[in-house]
């Protein structure tokens, strides 16, 4: 097959590639949508998300084990993500409190060894607990507090037994964050691992998991922001070791 042949036929590929996955945007970018304020249009999102599956059609190569769903996936997340970070609209408030509720809990459970619950937190901080659960709302509707934001690449988290690394040194480093991600999550109390299961595992929005588990969403949105910055503050050690 010439060369200009061969060019043709990966046009054809691609192009099918995102017509059948055309739909993998939308529904990624609705899932984002649940923890993003009104000011966010799901169709920037969309836009954002359709140039991240062009490239990936574009890069795509079977040859590495991962499914090309996976592959796009991820390149469709981060599409969406540099988007949205392009323009921070996050108040430096929301940051400050972050930072705040992480090293918040890394001292009380450095202090006591075990969990840091809700009201030890807000002690610690020195407000009301009903203010720290506006705090964790605003972070979790503020900002965007995920698998991504633990500080290591979301292709590095990624659990797909078909992925494979580039170089011997990706495959110690994604396996050794995986054991430190998988061992911290087991020191969750068991609601904020159920939240984190259903949310990342099973793909449900917040108001979903608030009916599987008799609460509102305004609640499950708090416990996932609660959950998602002790693993921040656990896994402080192994992001400072692969520094």
Do not use: C
Not at 123 to 146: D, F, S
Not at 167 to 189: H, M
Not at 224 to 241: G, I, V
Request: charged content about 25%; cysteine-free; glycine content about 6%.
């Amino acid at each position: 097959m010439s060369s200009k042949a061969q060019a043709y036929q990966q046009q054809l590929q691609g192009k099918e590639l995102v017509e059948k996955h055309a739909s993998l945007v939308k529904r990624i970018a609705h899932h984002l949508m649940v923890r993003l304020p009104a000011s966010v249009l799901v169709d920037d999102l969309i836009q954002a998300g359709m140039i991240g599956l062009l490239e990936a059609a574009k890069n795509f190569d079977g040859t590495k084990g991962a499914s090309f769903e996976t592959f796009a996936g991820i390149r469709i997340r981060g599409a969406m993500l540099d988007d949205i970070r392009k323009g921070d609209w996050t108040p430096r408030s929301v940051h400050k409190n972050s930072r705040a509720i992480t090293e918040a809990i890394s001292q009380v459970e450095r202090e006591t060894g075990a969990d840091a619950k809700d009201t030890d937190v807000a002690e610690r901080m020195g407000v009301p607990l009903a203010q720290y659960h506006q705090m964790l709302n605003e972070v979790n509707a503020g900002k965007l507090v995920g698998i991504e934001d633990l500080g290591v690449a979301e292709d590095v988290i990624t659990t797909d037994k078909n992925k494979s690394a580039d170089t011997p040194y990706d495959e110690l480093v994604q396996g050794s964050f995986q054991k430190s991600l998988a061992k911290a999550i087991t020191t969750l109390p068991e609601r904020e691992a159920i939240v984190l299961s259903l949310y990342y595992d099973e793909d449900l929005n917040l108001r979903e998991i608030g009916e599987v588990l008799d609460v509102s969403e305004s609640r499950v949105s708090q416990i996932h922001s609660q959950a998602m910055l002790k693993l921040k503050a656990k896994l402080r050690s192994w992001q400072t070791a692969e520094a």
